[in-house]
């Protein structure tokens, strides 16, 4: 007797896939096969022809933004781990549940207002001019040029990324086993031995995927490099938006859209290996 | 320092959370090779002492000491006080090789000799040919032998347990039981033993310490406990005995159930009339329950032979009575 088919679970999953379909798949095909169209006059005609694969990666200029963007993005995400190591670690074990909770609510609370905004306060804070350097000449300090420079962006990916980064990490601590903690000091670890042998390789998954989001929303952003770097020098989204206002480039676009797409495959895949992969 | 002195002093101490008091006041001594169980009902205190010694907590009166060192001021990864734990606290993302090297390797020990050590005790405990497996291809079992392992490898004077056998099966309970046994008196060190089971204690300590809302109620060898409690407490909690009201008031005796002799016909004074209510196979016996004069719960352990000759009916009367040796007089409540 064959089963009787089944159309509820299916109706349910719909949704997403519908959704992944026309806004997921379809547009990275479409990019695919622009990537191989033509721009005459201005207007983009279908095509199959690899001069834009050829302009792009046959120029310096490409893989000069192509590796600052890389260099930061993973700058950001060692640098964000670092710096938020410490404050998950107090959160995880050093405060009450209580206060961990407000924690986490405060955490959350920078993603209501819209990130654009806060990298405008920072414009305002890091001028020449502005507050900070007011305050460092009091001491006889700077000024410094903190504004359109790759200090800059930095500050500005911490400011999107930290929160995050500090969830992420401040849970996957706070879910070790407490007696493994304990079994280690009575086996002889000291505290410093404690972190490196056991904390840090208990909570692997957590700390690997907040470096992983930190790089992977520094390395898409456009605002923090544009409004705090300065765009120089040009990340790749800086690249993106250039080349579609210059002569209407979108399959030039395209072909720097799609080797970040595979870039960021790639470092999702061997970060997902590296936090579930089995040791030998 | 000579072999008769205690490797463990505990002197007057005294453990509180806040208002709690865990541990009200301990003094306990416990000797070289010695295996102790201690023992009591949930939030007497004894895990607290396993820990206070294991230095996870520090007390807060009193004085602690091993080989005649205060050991109060003294951080747990300074102490030689090995731990088991009731959850086995195995680190899951080291295999089975490099769980019991662990200890050895803060200890700076050299690859090879911990290699060696390691391979060493495995093979001990029937773990060769497992070097290499994850903690979690292990069966409970076998992670409860290389928890073991884990914390013998260093060799240390006394090992402590706290609960180990209790997310076990009973048939492996009785095995482990076994092996416990075996590498305490091959080993001769020290055994620190906490448990809620009297089976478990009762099978394997030289010497038992009952613990009651943060006080020791009685240390003694098991027979001793079991055969003459010292209060009420200890009598409910070791259980399979009957408390009985004494000659003189307020004074109470206790009879252990398989020294209650059950007969079908009065024989004569000092027997005790009781009704038959329910019986239970309970391993080495029968227990069978009676219902005494005052509503007072009787129990007697009888043979599978005599439960036959005696045949009970429930409600039915019968006489109890004890030789006057078998009864003993407990001091206080």
Redesign the interface.
Known sequence: MSKRFDAYPYVWRLPLLIWQGLFFVGPLILMVAMSFWLVRNYRMEPDFVLKNWDRMLGRDYFWNAYWVTLWRATLAGVLASLIAFPASYALAFRVSETTRRWAIFFLIVPFFTSYLVRVYAWQVLLAESGPINAVLGFGGLGPFTMLNSGFGAMVGYMTLVLPLVVILQTFSLAAI?R??I??????????R??LF??IL??A?IGLILGATFAFILSFGDFVSPFYLGGSKPPTLSILIIDTTKSGQQWPRAAVVAIMMIATLFVAAFAAVGAAYG??K | MTDTDPLVRFSGVRKTYGTFEAVKHLDLDIGRGEFVAIMGPSGCGKTTTLRMLAGLEEPTAGEITIDGKRMNEVSAHDRDTPLVWQSLALFPFLNVKENVEFGLKMRGVSKPDRHGRAMLWLERLGLKGFETRRIDQLSGGQRQRVALARSLVTEPRMLLLDEPLSALDAHLVIRMQGVLTRLQKELGITFVYVTHSQSEAFAMADRVVIMGHGEIAQIGKPQEIFRAPKNRFVAEFVGRNNILPGKTPGQEIVVAADRMQVSASDPGEGALPAEFLSEEFAGTGIICYFEGPEGVELKAQVTEDQLENLAPEPGQRFWLTWAPGAAHVMAGT
């Open positions: 086993d007696n493994l304990e079994a280690a000091w009575n086996l002889g670890a000291s505290p031995e404690t042998q056991v390789p208990a692997r089995r040791r």
